[in-house]
């Protein structure tokens, strides 16, 4: 995994500004304190980004359910990261797809 790549993501996607050269652990805290923010102050937009991302809706809901007395910016942060790795995986197996011998021309 790439961290650079994936705060690259993670900044196009949330419209941040995270420095990239920085630890999974410090990712994961600045993003949750951003989505904490959010969650105080503009709750609209967190809820449009993590449908821009396509975060499980079902997935977040149970999480939150279970961890009630834990951090949700947290929760929520790694489950945008989790997305973002999953993203980045299909975005290169497809990529090395179409990269393949064939002289024609994808659709």
Not at 10 to 20: G, H
Not at 34 to 62: A, G, M, T, W
Not at 69 to 93: D, V, Y
Request: proline share 2%; hydrophobic share 40%; glycine share 2%.
């Amino acid at each position: 995994m790439n961290n650079a790549e994936l705060i690259q993501y993670i900044n196009k996607d949330m419209a941040l500004e995270l420095p990239e050269k920085i630890s999974f652990a410090e990712l994961e805290e600045k993003l949750s304190a951003s989505i904490n923010q959010l969650i105080q102050n503009n709750f609209e937009k967190l809820v449009s980004l993590l449908y821009r991302i396509d975060v499980s809706e079902k997935k977040l809901k149970n999480l939150l359910q279970d961890h009630v007395n834990e951090n949700a910016g947290k929760i929520i942060a790694q489950l945008i990261i989790e997305r973002q790795l999953e993203k980045m995986t299909l975005r290169k197996k497809y990529k090395n797809e179409n990269t393949g011998a064939s002289d024609e021309e994808p659709w």
